[in-house]
């Protein structure tokens, strides 16, 4: 499985931004797609993860509901969908792949830009 995260770019506070991540090969229904984000001197985050054949969904409770994460099949691509976006969130944003009974990410795109200014 390869990935391709794209969808980041310069945002104002209060903003959205919806992030994809286009996912090559056979996308098998017990993969999880997940996202993350890293900021500058911080450890990577987990913000949400969507299981690919139920279309589950679990959030980290920071979020508090401003994040959605979806998917859609047809196109192999697994989206986040970023509301009231705040200069606390910017980060460079990572989709990641793991099987359903692994605890471990071993597929990662190569990560996006997200950038919000006050």
């Known amino acids: 499985v390869q990935l391709q995260a794209s969808g980041g770019g310069l945002v104002q506070a209060g903003d959205s931004l919806r992030l994809s991540c286009a996912a090559s090969?056979?996308?098998?229904?017990?993969?999880?797609m997940g996202w993350f984000r890293q900021a500058p001197g911080k450890e990577r985050e987990f913000l949400a993860r969507i299981n690919w054949g139920s279309g589950t969904a679990y959030y980290a409770d920071r979020l508090k509901g401003r994040f959605a994460i979806s998917r859609d099949n047809a196109k192999n691509t697994v989206y986040l969908q970023m509301n009231s976006l705040t200069p606390e969130d910017t980060a460079v944003y990572y989709c990641?792949?793991?099987?359903?009974?692994?605890?471990?990410?071993?597929?990662w795109g190569q990560g996006t830009q997200v950038t919000v200014s006050s």
């Open positions: 090969g056979r996308m098998f229904s017990y993969i999880v």
């Open positions: 990641a792949a793991r099987e359903l009974g692994s605890q471990t990410y071993v597929y």
